[in-house]
């Protein structure tokens, strides 16, 4: 997701069987399309949740990109591995993220960074944000350093050569990915000759 903020529709319902609602509670966003869901994903849930009441993991589609994983997949992905956090809800996310905040009483949209050259573009969303709604601020939490140098476009260039990527996703990613046809490492493509 790293560059969205408009997604599109999707017919999965919300998952609030984790959620309670609580009067006044604090509510942050953690946006996102997590295809793949990673470790340094899933290290930020676990630090965001501690941080808030209710933390809603809202799950998009960049239409800019063909999703490796379904939207349906991903969602099913993150409520497995989010199973047992009280506090975590994992949705769909439609429209504007800020609106979508909004909408779902959010105080915080959390935004993760790996490195400065996310930096720029993440300011700019979160400038754009505060432009459109005052009343709804960006959190930027910094990766841990044992997960910094993890991205999606890694993970996903790493499986369609045939590599191991266990270690740097949880067990239900890979129970997925078992799912689908592992690629001939000597007819991989790397991810900047295949469109996604």
């Not at 959190?139 to 140098?149: E, H, N, R, V």
Request: glycine letters at 6%.
């Amino acid at each position: 997701m790293r560059r969205a903020g408009r997604w599109s529709r999707s017919d999965v319902s919300p998952d609030t069987t984790n959620s309670p609602q609580q009067p006044n509670a604090r509510v942050a966003i953690y946006p996102g399309s997590f295809d793949l869901l990673t470790n340094g994903h899933v290290d930020l849930i676990n630090r965001c949740r501690r941080l808030y009441d209710r933390l809603i993991v809202a799950v998009g589609v960049n239409p800019a990109k063909t999703p490796f994983f379904s939207l349906e997949e991903r969602i099913d992905i993150l409520r497995e591995v989010t199973a047992g956090m009280g506090n975590v809800e994992i949705v769909r996310l439609d429209g504007l993220t800020v609106h979508f905040a909004a909408q779902n009483d959010a105080m915080v949209i959390i935004r993760g960074l790996r490195a400065m050259s996310d930096f720029e573009f993440e300011l700019q969303l979160a400038l754009a944000n505060l432009k459109l709604n005052r009343n709804i601020e960006t959190l930027f939490m910094a990766a841990d350093p044992k997960t910094i140098y993890l991205s999606s476009s890694m993970l996903r260039d790493i499986w369609r050569h045939g590599g191991e990527v266990s270690v740097f996703c949880p067990p239900a990613v890979v129970r997925a990915l078992l799912k689908k046809t592992k690629p001939n490492p000597g007819e991989a493509r790397s991810e900047s000759q295949r469109p996604l």
